[in-house]
């Protein structure tokens, strides 16, 4: 190999104070393990020497311990963007010691491309092989890699041998031309492959190859409880429904599911669907429920950024590759995400509310109104394009203290134009076609807990007149009555 072979240490050498680290992978797939904590350690060192040094982090979406976690931990990260989900980095840019903006995740790569965020100093890309010309076989994640990996000054691999050379032919690497030369993105089905299976990037800006061998380690989901398995069969029913109807064609629509045990309850219990035909995926992330829903051949084709598997789930798919590489793509971000495919193929969207108010407007962000839980994610990629978007949650969390139906988001992430439907345990509220009263009194009287319905029809009818009624004064009162007295039932509205 004509690349260096650099210890953690050495290639954190070359990332300087003030540098755009940019990093490959998708959630905890693909993204790097080892670089990002030699960076951390040299931060702490340096700020033991009375020296600043922060980087500005991007990445596909959320990462693992040793990016976000460690660089956090170290107050290593100046600015932030877009997706996190890790409590020590929750904890930095709720305080402002990260500087973090939240992006649609399909648009993050077109607008590094464009300039917006400045230039780009270093790649850390997770490869399973480099070869001399610069022709890598990626991991199990993509995001922004394409784009990072032309962008970037300099490139570091952290060659991974827990990547097999048989994970070749599961990319497709694809980045559209940018305005004024754009054209449409040729995908019609999900399983259409439009690119290439290896990335090319200059072996020029590849400054070294940091060997490791660790396993994306992705924490197993909570089993399914009462209430999650409640939700999924709500979903179900729904998508039954629509289905018997006609609404949805007998050969069924691609879907996307969200992350987190809402999404994994949902998908399992498409499998005890009968009568839900076999489907494919247009999603950004692929957990363990959709590896066995491919097993028993209920889901026919997935099309993701990336493979968010356990270790054993993926030792699994890389014990039966074949079988997998023939049902599932991975696309960079910008594609997995793309508003344009999604609208063409009709996506069916199923994402997981933080609130969501009695008019449909969601908050999937910030919690009672102010902190910031995650970031936006894909969600609206995929809900302002879709066929039908879902919404599901809870209809109370942290053991009944707080409704999840509220009389107004304390923050919108989705307004009531693009959210279709809302379902909880309790029910499903399909909301199309109804006026903003008519949807309020569905929502209430089939998602709202019991603890809260008599709350919110008291709301409503106090609200007086208006196309969309509200007190201003009370449309933050649950939020307000939690954060004085720990509970919302306490709302007083009088
Ligand atoms: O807190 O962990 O302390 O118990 O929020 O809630 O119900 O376990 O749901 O794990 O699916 O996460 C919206 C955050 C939901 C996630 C969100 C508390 C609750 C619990 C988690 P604990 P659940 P999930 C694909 C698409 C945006 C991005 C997106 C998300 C914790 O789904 O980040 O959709 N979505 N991306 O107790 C205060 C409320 C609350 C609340 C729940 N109203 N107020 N706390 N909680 N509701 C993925 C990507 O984009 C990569």
């Known amino acids: 190999m004509v690349y260096p072979i650099l210890t953690p240490q050495e290639a954190a050498d070359f990332v300087k104070n003030g540098d755009t680290v940019t990093t490959s992978g998708f959630t905890a797939a693909g993204t790097p393990k080892v670089v990002t904590e030699a960076i951390a350690a040299k931060a702490e060192y340096e700020h033991s020497q009375g020296r600043p040094f922060k980087v500005n982090l991007f990445t596909g979406a959320s990462t693992n311990d040793h990016v976000d976690g460690a660089l956090a931990r170290a ?22 010691d990260i500087n973090y903006f939240d992006v649609h995740l399909s648009e993050m790569s077109q607008k590094l491309r464009y300039g917006t965020f400045g230039p780009v100093n270093v790649a850390i890309i997770e490869a399973g092989r480099v070869t001399d010309n610069g022709e890598i076989l990626l991991g199990s994640g993509l995001g922004m890699t394409p784009t990072i990996a032309s962008m970037a000054d300099k490139i570091i691999i952290e060659l991974n041998e827990e990547i097999p050379e048989t994970m070749e032919g599961i990319h497709d690497i694809y980045t559209p031309l940018d305005p004024p030369y754009r054209r449409e993105i040729p995908i019609y089905k999900a399983s259409d492959r439009i690119g290439t299976p290896l990335l090319k990037v200059d072996p020029k800006k590849i400054v070294g190859v940091v060997p490791t061998k660790a396993k994306d380690g992705v924490h197993a989901f909570a089993p399914a409880d009462e209430t999650t ?15 018997r109807r006609g609404f949805i064609p007998p050969e069924f629509l691609p879907l996307q599911s969200g992350v987190g045990n809402v999404a994994n309850a949902v998908l399992a219990g498409l499998a005890d669907s009968p009568e839900i035909p076999a489907f494919d995926m247009y999603t950004e992330v692929i957990q363990d429920s ?10 026919r084709f997935a099309s993701t950024c990336g493979m968010t598997l356990t270790d054993d789930t993926m030792a699994q798919v890389h014990a039966n590759i074949d079988f997998f590489r023939s049902r599932i793509i991975l696309r960079p971000g910008e594609i997995s995400n793309s508003p344009e495919v999604v609208r063409r193929l009709g996506v069916i969207t199923m994402n997981t509310a933080l609130e969501a108010d009695i008019f449909g407007n969601v908050n999937s962000t910030h919690v009672v109104g102010s902190k910031m839980m995650n970031g936006i994610g894909g969600s609206g990629d995929f809900t ?21 139906i509220v009389p107004m988001v304390s923050h919108v992430d989705h307004s009531e134009h693009s959210v279709d439907v809302i379902i909880t345990e309790q029910g499903i509220a399909d909301l199309r076609g109804l006026d903003p009263l008519q949807r309020a009194n569905r929502i209430i009287d089939n998602c709202v807990n019991p603890d809260y319905k008599d709350l919110l029809r008291f709301y409503l009818k106090m609200s007086g007149a208006g196309h969309t009624p509200h007190s201003l004064k009370a449309a933050l009162s649950f939020h307000t009555t939690f954060v004085e007295h720990g509970d919302m039932r306490k709302t007083n509205f009088s």
């Open 75 to 96: 107050n290593a990260i100046a600015m932030r963007s877009p997706y996190q989900s890790h409590g020590d980095s929750r904890k930095r840019l709720n305080a402002h």
């Open 229 to 243: 398995k409640l939700i999924g069969a709500n979903v179900c029913q729904f998508l039954l429904s629509e289905l």
């Open 290 to 299: 959709v590896i066995s829903l491919m097993a028993q051949g209920k889901c």
């Open 384 to 404: 302002r394009n879709a066929y039908i978007s879902i919404f599901s949650c809870p209809s109370s969390a942290k053991g009944g203290l707080i409704s999840t």
